[in-house]
């Protein structure tokens, strides 16, 4: 079956540090991958996405691009704010082929934690 | 446009009661999908719904069903509450072309329901 693999964490960085959250797949097809954000207290925000091998998605300074060789969509961040601490999550969609709907799986989520 | 809406925000049961959550969906989307977050780990999905059918399951028993109204809104239900059922559990909405198309179009969360079983 279809599952996301993140890298361990928590992370901790200092403000202007370079993130970077990897970040690979397993799925049958041309799965659509996602970066979602979780603050403290809140449901998941999406982040960024991608819907094909090559694209790169990005939003507020973050990036990923989809490489369908390596089954990976890292994420990164040339330099971190303390607001940018919170869990991110690494997600892919899939069509169910039965039914045409859809699901995300997700992977365990990374901590990141920036300090002043 | 109005966001993902989830109800209650906090709620309390003991084993074996019944429990029903409540999501509007965002204005526009008409598909509804809920997921399970336990403490620590991702979400994992329950079940989605379109067109008021469910059209999707996880691997999570029976005692997990949901309905899908005309107006797009949701409810999931739990029966026979166990200690495991304690999660924050998260409705997502969506939009999909047709019932035999989806281009897997993003999926926007609400703030979820915390479930706390005693």
């Known amino acids: 079956g279809d599952s996301v693999t993140q890298m361990e964490g928590p992370v901790t960085l200092s403000e202007e540090a370079f993130l970077t959250i990897n970040c690979t797949y397993t799925?049958?097809?041309?799965?659509?991958l996602f970066w979602y954000v979780q603050y403290p207290g809140e449901g998941l925000q999406l982040l960024l996405k991608a819907t094909k091998a090559d694209d790169k998605g990005s939003n507020k300074g973050f990036e990923a691009t989809y490489r369908k060789e390596t089954t990976s969509f890292h994420l990164e961040k040339g330099s971190v704010q303390v607001s940018d601490s919170a869990v991110y999550f690494c997600?892919?969609?899939?069509?169910?082929?039965?039914?045409?709907?859809?699901?995300?799986?997700f992977g365990e989520g990374t901590q990141l934690t920036v300090n002043p | 446009e109005t966001g993902v809406t989830q109800s209650p925000t906090h709620l309390i049961k003991t084993r074996g009661q019944q429990v029903t959550l409540r999501c509007s969906s965002q204005s526009g989307h008409n598909t509804v999908s809920w997921y399970q977050q336990a403490l620590g780990q991702g979400p994992q999905f329950i079940f989605q719904?379109?067109?008021?059918?469910?059209?999707g399951r996880g691997n999570f028993p029976p005692r997990f069903s949901g309905l899908q109204f005309p107006n797009y809104s949701s409810e999931l239900n739990v029966n026979a509450l166990e200690l495991d059922d304690s999660a924050l559990y998260l409705c997502a909405s969506s939009f999909r072309q047709t019932r035999t198309f989806n281009s897997n179009q993003p999926q926007h969360f609400g703030d979820g329901t915390r479930l706390s079983i005693l």
């Open positions: 719904y379109y067109r008021e059918e469910e059209n």
């Open positions: 799925a049958t097809g041309y799965p659509s």
């Open positions: 997600a892919l969609s899939r069509t169910i082929k039965e039914t045409s709907g859809s699901r995300l799986t």
